[in-house]
């Protein structure tokens, strides 16, 4: 039994050390990114079972995802593709607070997930689901494999989580709009930055959060505003929270890690001004160092920050 389910891909990343163009960048950091192996790695850290479910290729980057997982206690399902590549991911620092990611996933093994890789009985016995609409936009089967995935723990009552992760880079903000608007009403919970949000909802004031959250219509709506925090709507009650005092140093990585955050504090049935506070400091942590990802928080850290954070712990 695992308590969260998530699948999508995962890709090498290759993170310049120096700023400047890219090809003047010289020496990269090797690791690996993909936004639902993200939030796995912080739900894991947080204190929960999590199974992560993608292709990989058959090569030494699909090893190092699926090592890597698995040394973060995530149960990887790594499904080797003979066939095709792993996807990279390529970041550059066009100056030291401008980040520039490039994806080279087109027909990776990634892409090629499709329903026959994602078992019903594994989402029906898991507590929870979590997708983002970054897979969708992968290809036709990947697309197939999320609705697949969707329906799998509607059946069975598990909780729908969906990340609305907008890339330019792969679909149109109209193709994206018309992909969450056929599966926002088989949604529990929805985590969106505001420009995100209004691909979907359709609401006369979209510049006023609160009538944005309540035009997206899951039971669970999370608005994310960076380094101003961000707000929830659960049945029909509005909160607040206010950002953590960090230092950013990449934002990358900062949504996921607020889905771990507020899902592991779900599944832990924590009070939902604990929930959104836990929300708000993995994300906090995640903009603090470089990987989009390591810095993610374990229980023990989250007390580490604090609004006001003088940044001295004694
Ligand atoms: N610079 C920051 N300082 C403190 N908290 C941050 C910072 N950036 C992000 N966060 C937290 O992480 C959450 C998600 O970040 P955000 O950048 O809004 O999402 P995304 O990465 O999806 O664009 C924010 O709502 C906030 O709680
Ligand atoms: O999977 C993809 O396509 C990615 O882009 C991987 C990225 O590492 C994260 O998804 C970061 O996303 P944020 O948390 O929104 O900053």
């Known amino acids: 039994m ?22 003047f960048a010289r020496d990269f950091d090797l690791g690996l990114g993909g936004a639902e192996s993200n939030v796995a790695i912080g739900v894991s850290r947080l204190g929960h079972d999590v199974t992560w479910v993608g292709r990989v290729g058959d090569d030494e980057f699909g090893e190092l995802i699926a090592s890597t997982l698995r040394a973060e206690r995530v149960d990887a399902r790594a499904i080797p593709d003979p066939d095709a590549p792993t996807g990279l991911m390529i970041k550059g620092r066009r100056t030291a607070d401008l980040i520039d990611v490039r994806y080279y996933r087109k027909d990776s093994a990634g892409s090629r997930l499709s329903p026959a890789d994602l078992d019903p009985a594994l989402i029906a016995g898991a507590r929870a689901l979590h997708v983002s609409a970054i897979t969708p936009a992968l290809s036709p089967s990947a697309r197939a494999a999320v609705r697949h995935a969707i329906d799998a723990a509607r059946a069975a009552g598990v909780l729908v989580s969906l990340d609305v992760n907008y890339r330019k880079a792969l679909w149109t903000r109209e193709e994206a709009g018309a992909w969450l608007r056929s599966v926002i009403a088989d949604v529990d919970v929805v985590f969106a930055t505001e420009d995100e949000a209004r691909l979907i909802a359709d609401t006369d004031d979209p510049d006023d959060p609160v009538a944005l959250a309540k035009a997206l219509g899951p039971r669970h709506v999370l608005l994310k505003f960076g380094a101003r925090g961000a707000m929830e709507l659960s049945d029909d009650q509005v909160r607040h929270a206010e950002p953590y005092k960090v230092t950013e140093v990449d934002p990358v990585g900062a949504g996921d890690a607020f889905a771990a955050g507020w899902l592991a504090d779900w599944l832990a049935g924590a009070d939902p001004d ?10 906090a942590f995640a903009v603090t160092s470089q990987g989009d990802w390591e810095s993610l928080p374990r229980r023990a850290d989250l007390d580490l920050l604090r609004p006001t954070s003088e940044g001295v712990s004694r």
């Open 274 to 283: 604990r929930r959104l506070r836990t929300a708000c400091a993995a994300g």
């Open 2 to 23: 695992t308590d969260l389910v998530t699948f999508g891909e995962t890709m090498a990343l290759f993170a310049a050390r120096r700023t400047g163009p890219l090809r």
